[in-house]
């Protein structure tokens, strides 16, 4: 009698399986533009769809004489998403279209841009820095603890660090090279953070009400707490439009320092013998962070810059926050659309508990921090 056995899948086996579902993400691997019509079909159906389900809540809670409360066409469109993806299944046909809700995400906020001046800039960014700094070292270094006590790997703590406290999976990408992480390693770390980020999408703007954070207090907690941009963007327009845009804005100057904590990281892990040497002198540093900085961020203060000296009238200023608005409609439905429950679940429970660690730490330390500041300091943005 014969006995058929299958292999087990080696180590790289799984890295390959990883690093093709990496590939899945991005949003250009396709080069016929025809394949994304689907998709981007699908994403303006979700979003408006989400709109209508707003606006048809509330008109059925007057209706039957309740008093229902306010959910965002951001949530809706998310679930929405989600129902799709988790019970019927993404088509592949939608995926190229779907993926590209990253690509609105950055076009959204680059346009976002035209709704403040230079000045708000500054001032805003200035403040949410310092904020930003306390907060990434303190939760930083909570993580990298109890990364260690859990017994994972220095390099998945480290990924995992860097995602929660600068900017979710475009850090844990941007590292991945830098640290030399293997592939199995990057895909905990992404699939720990995408399932916290969808956690703090629901579980933060009625938390935030309950506390009775101001829009302003909200969008600052939002873009200091929430990792991944557009989980973060979802997060701030759920609670208000003015928490939303504050939280895009925080969130921007989290992604500007992302170069920065990236070059931390491969310098600690270079001088053990683990990763690429770094070539000497301050060029080459300054190239390294230039390589890994987000170009969008620079988009969006181009065009805040462009408003502020007065290139556009206020009608073009109004169309270009439309347009913005729009582009976050894709983005929105793109969140659900994208997140396969399933696929999170199977990422094991210690990098997961990190993750609900590093959240926990990050959502306290920042919260106390947006108290401190604005009712204590008095810096409310007024």
């Not at 390693?185 to 720990?192: C, D, N, R, S, T």
Request: with cysteine; proline share 3%; net charge neutral.
């Amino acid at each position: 009698m014969t006995h058929s056995t299958t292999a087990e899948p080696t180590a790289a086996d799984r890295d390959a399986a990883q690093l093709e579902a990496l590939a899945e993400t991005d949003p250009f691997r396709s080069r016929n533009p025809l394949d994304y019509v689907p998709g981007i079909l699908l994403l303006l159906a979700v979003g408006l769809l989400g709109k209508f389900c707003e606006k048809w809540w509330l008109q059925l809670g007057a209706a039957l004489g309740w008093k229902v409360p306010d959910i965002e066409y951001v949530l809706w469109a998310i679930v929405i998403g989600l129902i799709i993806t988790n019970v019927f299944g993404l088509h592949k046909v939608f995926k190229p279209g779907v993926a590209t809700f990253e690509f609105w995400l950055k076009a959204g906020i680059v346009l976002l841009g035209a709704r403040f001046v230079i000045g708000d800039v500054a001032k805003l960014g200035g403040t949410s820095l310092i904020q930003i700094l306390v907060d990434m070292t303190l939760a930083g270094t909570i993580i990298l603890l109890v990364a260690h006590w859990l017994g994972l790997s220095g390099k998945l703590g480290s990924l995992l660090a860097i995602g929660t406290s600068i900017c979710g999976v475009s850090a844990i990408i941007a590292a991945r090279g830098a640290i030399r992480a293997k592939n199995t390693e990057v895909g905990y770390a992404i699939a720990a953070i995408l399932t916290l980020g969808a956690v703090s999408l629901f579980v933060l703007p009625p938390l935030g009400h309950a506390i009775g954070l101001s829009d302003h207090e909200f969008g600052l907690w939002a873009g200091l707490a929430v990792d991944n941009t557009a989980e973060t963007t979802a997060t701030g327009y759920a609670f208000s439009d003015e928490a939303g845009d504050l939280a895009v804005l925080v969130k921007s100057v989290r992604n500007s320092l992302i170069g920065f904590v990236v070059l931390g990281f491969a310098l600690f892990w270079s001088g053990r013998g683990q990763a690429d040497r770094l070539a000497p002198g301050f060029g080459a540093k300054a190239a390294f962070v230039w390589a890994k900085f987000p170009k969008f961020v620079l988009g969006f203060l181009a065009v805040s810059l462009l408003v502020t000296i007065g290139a556009f009238s206020t009608e073009q200023v109004a169309n270009l926050g439309n347009l913005s608005r729009w582009a976050f409609l894709f983005t929105f439905a793109g969140v659900g659309l994208s997140t396969d429950i399933r696929a999170l679940v199977k990422t094991g429970w210690r990098p997961l508990v990190v993750a609900v660690v590093g959240l926990a730490s990050v959502a306290v330390i920042s919260l106390g921090l947006v108290l401190f500041t604005s009712r204590v300091l008095g810096w409310n943005g007024s």
